[in-house]
């Protein structure tokens, strides 16, 4: 045996990749001994895997939960096979409860639950930012792309890009003049030389804001031309009209400050579970409803759910894996 221990960081994260392996649907008999001897090498290792467990079986009732929600959308899902999987003592035992609900459907990998792991899609792309990451990225002499958190881009073109895919996220792009630069997303198509202009695609609804210079924004047949302090939205069923920006708003997310003014709750949260590791649960429709004014630091990022439960009276139940229950 050797003497060699790596850090517990590292151990925690060879236990996690354990887990994920043996819950794939493809783990073998060998994998199954290659794990009994990872687990048994010593002390530490055993600990790094009782508490991936001890989380996963904290979340046995949310883990449920979010295997129903994929099981609308995912014709691989039999609600049949997580019922049997849960009910099943010896299972239930090893997989820790509702995490064998989520591996029956075999979709952790490609789309993880809680969305607590990257996807396969999220591997796959050319540049991503993790949850509360943000970076830039420069495109040659053509144009830069500065990412926000949970973001997604690939790039369209090659080597000598001239344009991009965001495929999901928050990223504003600067483009030189030196050519025409372009961005796909959500179904529609931006085009620029000299501009600077934010888009978010966090949803079915994709919003572009121009902050200088002018974006021309194409959807379906339908164009919108726009200039400095200027936004339009469009989804699958089209463009709005343009309208004035709240410039301000649109970049409070480069300033390091998420700010609320009069927001609904329960859109608070999902704004909050963008930057913050882990996941925030709202189980509460009224409270979901009630318009928040709050500001938060993305360095203080793990406050916010105290600071919802201090100023607007949730409960609070917090879980490994920075997972929080507010009701």
């Known amino acids: 045996m050797s003497s060699y221990e790596p850090e517990p960081g590292a151990l925690r994260r060879q236990a ?13 008999r060998a994998d199954a001994d290659a794990f ?3 687990a048994t090498h010593s002390t530490a290792h055993a600990q790094a895997w009782r508490e991936v ?13 979010e295997a129903a929600r994929q099981a609308s959308r995912t014709r691989a899902f039999s609600w049949a096979g997580v019922s049997r999987a849960l009910h099943s003592p010896g299972r239930r035992a090893f997989l820790g409860g509702a995490v064998a609900a989520s591996v029956a459907a075999g979709v952790l990998a490609v789309e993880p639950p809680l969305g607590l792991w990257p996807s396969v899609t999220d ?10 990451e943000q970076r830039e990225v420069a495109l040659g002499e053509r144009a830069s ?7 997604l881009v690939n790039r369209i073109g090659g080597a000598n890009a001239h344009g991009i895919e965001l495929v999901s ?28 202009f934010n888009i978010r695609h966090t949803g079915p609804q994709v919003c572009v804001t121009c902050l200088d210079g002018r974006v021309l924004v194409s959807v379906g047949g339908e164009q919108r031309s ?5 936004q339009v939205t469009y989804d699958a069923t089209g463009l ?45 429709d009224e409270l979901g409803r009630t318009l928040v004014r709050m500001q938060v630091s993305l360095r203080s990022i793990d406050n916010a759910p105290l600071m919802i439960r201090e100023l607007y009276g949730a409960r609070m139940r917090s879980l490994p894996g920075g997972i929080v229950v507010l009701s």
């Open 16 to 28: 996690e990749a354990w887990w994920v392996r043996l819950h794939s649907g493809q783990a073998t």
């Open 36 to 38: 009994r001897q990872w």
């Open 53 to 65: 467990m001890r989380i996963w079986s904290a979340l046995d009732p949310l883990l449920a939960e």
């Open 123 to 132: 591997m796959a792309a050319d540049y991503r930012t993790a949850t509360g």
């Open 145 to 151: 792309v500065r990412m926000n958190t949970q973001t």
């Open 169 to 196: 996220g928050e990223a504003e792009v600067v483009t030189t003049g030196a050519a025409e630069f372009f961005v796909e997303t959500g179904g529609g198509r931006l085009q620029a030389r000299a501009a600077r």
């Open 226 to 230: 726009l200039e400095a302090g200027r």
């Open 240 to 284: 709005r009209e343009v309208v004035r920006a709240d410039v301000a708003s649109v970049s409070t997310w480069r300033t390091g400050t998420l700010s609320f003014d009069r927001m609904p709750l329960s859109e608070v949260v999902a704004e909050i579970n963008r930057y913050r590791p882990g996941k925030v649960f709202l189980r509460n």
